[in-house]
């Protein structure tokens, strides 16, 4: 598990993340309701495309408990992001770019190692995600962000972190329900 930074739990931070699509601060909308904040791995990954799918299938149960979703990702052009959310009905939603990853490293997310990103274990999840469930292969762009990257879940709250996840392996899948869940919001 990665070291969280005590950055993330400053909301001066979050005052700076300001989403994309409604141009609200993340400390406004956590202020408001609770937030499941999810950063996302390269848009060229399968297993980011699963996390979109998974996201947008469970939306309506997440939105039904108070959570508002946000994503983060590395696309600095709207439209990419926008692109992958509308393929997987996911639009409207509120994200947040971070090109420069700097919102990545504040929540203690950084690269992965080769034991998080490669092996057996990646090439078996890869082929579910990328061929059973239709998510596709991996590529890489810089357009759509750095495929070394580990993603991670977060739901915040009133200035405060209730729960993190933080990805062990590139393709672990979270449950999303269960981790808003386990904070009795």
């Not at 070291?3 to 989403?19: G, I, K």
């Not at 996840?165 to 590139?170: C, D, K, P, R």
């Amino acid at each position: 598990m990665a070291e969280v930074s005590p950055v993330m739990e400053t909301p001066a931070l979050w005052s700076e993340m300001v989403t994309q699509n409604s141009g609200e601060s993340l400390a406004q909308i956590s202020d408001a309701s609770p937030v499941l904040l999810v950063f996302l791995r390269h848009f060229g990954c399968s297993f980011c495309r699963e996390a979109i799918s998974d996201i947008a299938k469970r939306r309506k149960s997440l939105e039904s408990s108070g959570v508002r979703v946000v994503l983060v990702h590395m696309a600095a052009d709207r439209s990419v992001a926008e692109k992958f959310f509308k393929k997987y009905k996911l639009l409207p939603v509120d994200h947040i770019s971070d090109p420069d990853k700097r919102f990545y490293r504040a929540f203690g997310l950084g690269k992965g190692t080769p034991t998080q990103l490669f092996g057996l274990m990646n090439w078996i999840r890869g082929f579910q995600a990328g061929v059973v469930e239709g998510h596709g292969f991996a590529y890489h762009s810089e357009e759509i962000g750095d495929g070394f990257q580990m993603p991670g879940v977060f739901v915040l709250h009133k200035g405060e972190v209730k729960h993190t996840f933080i990805h062990e392996h590139a393709w672990d899948r979270p449950d999303y329900e269960k981790i808003v869940e386990v904070c009795d919001l």
